[in-house]
């Protein structure tokens, strides 16, 4: 069964740039048709997804965002990762690494992580 | 940017139907997707492609599209169902864009 799980810090400093990584397990992420992801939910508000990656490095991302995400893959340790420079407050947020979209369900995000929470503060 | 409008929140009592919609200039052509996501979990695909269940989502959840609305809809509403729930598509470049969410909650 697919699992993938988020690493990386839980606190940033302001003006600073995340990592995360995101490992998969039961699945090679060189196979299929579909993207892997990363998504994020503020505290008290709704989910934002952030880029989307395929295995051979295409990227496309969220253009509220481009300007400060950079998103790679490694397909050697089958996992893939999330930059995002000049953290602000208002990038603080529970992020998830997600499967984009399968032969079956089409362009949605089928498979999540458990999310880690990133808090950016002095 | 692209938007999909939805209801902050909705409530319901137990056994009741709820109904979450679920508004896009772009859901014409467009598939709709719907999320649940309760308290300290990461989100779960509900529906995809409209109106298709993924396996293990139970029967009284349900949804329809029709224009520029989708329609997530849970009958025989029980307190297992009270969570955020989020509804996606894409723009006409697939960009994909999620709604605000809508806050279920069962009285």
């Known amino acids: 069964q697919m699992q993938l799980q988020e690493s990386g810090p839980g606190l940033v400093k302001p003006s600073e740039t995340l990592s995360l990584r995101c490992s998969v397990s039961?699945?090679?992420?060189?196979?299929?048709?579909?993207?892997w992801g990363w998504i994020r939910r503020p505290p008290g508000k709704g989910l934002e997804w952030i880029g989307s990656?395929?295995?051979?490095?295409?990227?496309f991302y969220n253009p509220s965002l481009e300007s400060r995400v950079t998103m790679s893959v490694d397909t050697a340790k089958n996992q893939f990762s999330l930059r995002l420079t000049s953290m602000s407050a208002s990038d603080t947020g529970v992020y998830y690494c997600?499967?984009?979209?399968?032969?079956?369900?089409?362009?949605?995000?089928?498979?999540w992580g458990h999310g880690t929470l990133v808090t950016v503060s002095s | 940017s692209y938007e999909l409008t939805q209801p902050p929140s909705v409530s319901v009592s137990p056994g009741q139907t709820a109904r979450i919609t679920c508004s896009g200039d772009a859901l014409p052509n467009q598939y709709a997707y719907w999320y649940q996501q309760k308290p300290g979990q990461a989100p779960m695909l509900i529906i995809y492609k409209d109106t298709e269940r993924p396996s293990g989502v139970p029967e009284r959840l349900s949804a329809s599209s029709s224009g520029a609305t989708a329609t997530l809809t849970i009958s025989g509403v029980q307190t297992e169902d009270e969570a955020d729930y989020f509804c996606q598509s894409a723009d006409s470049d697939g960009t994909p864009a999620f709604g605000g969410g809508t806050r279920l909650t069962v009285l």
């Open positions: 039961g699945a090679s992420i060189t196979r299929g048709t579909y993207y």
């Open positions: 997600v499967k984009h979209g399968s032969e079956t369900t089409g362009a949605c995000f089928n498979h």
């Open positions: 990656l395929y295995y051979n490095g295409n990227t």
